[in-house]
């Protein structure tokens, strides 16, 4: 099973509509994020994340895109599980699953498909290690 435990920082997001067209990426060509991922053992440990849309200037009215949380995780090899024990309060007491994929030294997580404007968007986001 691949090693997923370290210090991650995110490249790139990537967003697609049902019909696989691209569409803007939830946090933004800019987005930043940095994920800590510690092992307890090979498949399970505590993790910690934080995105952010990173724009100096939002329009008025346009809310800033941002998530944080942490909590203990378990992976199979293709899923990991995050069970959130901090967070903004809709994240809180939840398990966040993301599929795991490898683009040769790079993590590709994918969320399940978000709702925005009526669309369902699938992501992946791209993380390299950082050290």
């Not at 724009?55 to 199979?76: H, I, M, Q, V």
Request: net charge neutral; charged share 25%.
């Amino acid at each position: 099973m691949a090693d997923i435990s370290g210090v991650w920082r995110l490249v790139e997001e990537r967003a697609t509509d049902a019909e696989g067209a691209r569409v803007a990426p939830r946090f933004g060509t800019q987005g930043k994020g940095l994920v800590q991922i510690w092992a307890e053992t090979p498949n399970n440990g505590r993790m910690m994340a934080v995105l952010v849309d990173n724009k100096a200037r939002l329009p008025p009215g346009t809310p800033r895109e941002y998530n944080s949380y942490c909590g203990a995780w378990t992976f199979d090899g293709h899923t990991l599980v995050t069970k959130v024990d901090a967070a903004l309060p809709a994240l809180l007491g939840t398990e966040q699953v993301r599929l795991v994929k490898w683009e040769g030294e790079r993590l590709v997580l994918s969320p399940p498909p978000m709702q925005r404007g009526g669309a369902s968007i699938a992501r992946e986001l791209v993380w390299e290690r950082v050290g």
